[in-house]
């Protein structure tokens, strides 16, 4: 935020030096060619440029002026009226500039009514001059506050996420702590120290990859054969897998841990309740240009009456909420996810979304 203001304050300086020269110059043209029209003598244009002098001088003191009232916070009324001041005042010195000048070249007296009327232009240059700077602040103002607006949406999704990620590890390490204490009790310190490696292992990568970032299916299924294996001990030939990655698809982007909750999941509701366990698969493959997943295990699968299912996604904040919830906000339009019993028995789940590779590699 701090660079796109620093940027925009750049800009702006840049903008208006480039304005203000030019439209100083231009003034100065204009009423040079208007004096040529007119046949005024070569005296007139010493006029002419004291005036734009003057006029650029004036309306940079101006700047500095109205910044300081933008600053202050005043009620719009009491704005308004010190702008309307500020601009009389300058028209009033910058006609008395040029009447003085022109007294000191012509050597002549004017009247009353000449002096009002040279106020009066100069009222009018300023009132043009004081509206194009408030446009154009305005503008940098709304650039800004859409700005801030973008980057406290982008912090508010990236909260989201960081907290549907971070949802699934109290569930999951409490059910660690608890086997790697009985194993400690059983003096199977070996399996113990195996199964704090694995956890140590998983953790740092769930820690490192942060939940908005993308990784390869490779990292994704290394992160999930650590999970599984801390869940063997648990289970010991209860739990059985089986996995089919295409080699294109091994290459393939995904949300780092998006098929974690799923396989957490699966365990919880499809192996655990079952005596002799059961067997999650997942096969990944690329489809067009889509990557297609699908994870299938053959527990009790969905109640169809109606009733509380037996795999609950709602259950603990984590499964299949979590992953629905997250491909929402990274893929708000462009993904789809089917959950379905299967005839055989149990669920599959099946996820598309976009295939997509690292910048540095190519279909």
Not at 35 to 63: C, E, H, K, M, Y
Not at 122 to 141: E, P, Q, R
Not at 195 to 213: D, E, G
């Amino acid at each position: 935020m701090e660079n796109f203001i620093e940027k925009q304050y750049k800009q702006k300086e840049s903008l208006f030096w480039k304005l203000q020269i030019a439209g100083w110059l231009a003034f100065g043209a204009t009423r040079a060619l208007n004096s040529f029209a007119l046949g005024d003598d070569i005296n007139f244009q010493f006029i002419v440029a004291a005036s734009v002098i003057s006029g650029f001088i004036i309306t940079v003191i101006l700047r500095l002026i109205y910044r300081k009232l933008r600053q202050s916070n005043l009620p719009a009324s009491t704005m308004v009226l010190s702008v309307i001041t500020c601009i009389v005042i300058s028209a009033i010195i910058l006609s008395v500039i040029d009447i003085w000048i022109v007294v000191q070249i012509y050597f002549i007296d004017l009247q009353v009514n000449e002096f009002a009327g040279r106020t009066l232009y100069d009222v009018f240059v300023l009132l043009i001059w004081t509206g194009a700077y408030f446009i154009i602040n305005y503008h940098f103002l709304l650039l800004e506050q859409k700005e801030m607006t973008l980057q406290a949406v982008a912090q508010a999704h990236q909260s989201q996420l960081q907290m549907l990620r971070y949802q699934l590890n109290p569930h999951f390490l409490f059910n660690t702590l608890n086997a790697i204490s009985t194993l400690v009790l059983g003096e199977q310190t070996k399996e113990a120290n195996g199964m704090l490696t694995k956890l140590s292992a998983f953790l740092r990568f769930s820690l490192v990859n942060q939940p908005q970032q993308k990784i390869t299916i490779e990292e994704e299924v290394y992160a999930l054969w650590l999970y599984l294996d801390i869940e063997k001990v648990r289970f010991q030939d209860r739990l059985k897998t089986d996995f089919n990655v295409t080699e294109e698809a091994n290459h393939a982007l995904i949300p780092s841990l998006l098929l974690q909750p799923l396989i957490e999941n699966a365990i919880k509701y499809a192996i655990a309740p079952m005596e002799n366990g059961g067997t999650i698969s997942l096969n990944v493959e690329k489809n067009d240009n889509r990557l297609s997943i699908t994870m299938c295990d053959n527990g009790p699968g969905l109640n169809e009456t109606g009733e509380k299912p037996i795999y609950d996604e709602n259950s603990s904040g984590v499964g299949l909420a979590n992953t629905k919830n997250r491909l929402k906000e990274l893929y708000p339009s462009d993904h789809n996810i089917d959950i379905k019993n299967r005839v055989e028995g149990g669920v599959k789940i099946s996820i598309d979304i976009p295939f997509e590779l690292k910048e540095n590699e190519t279909e």
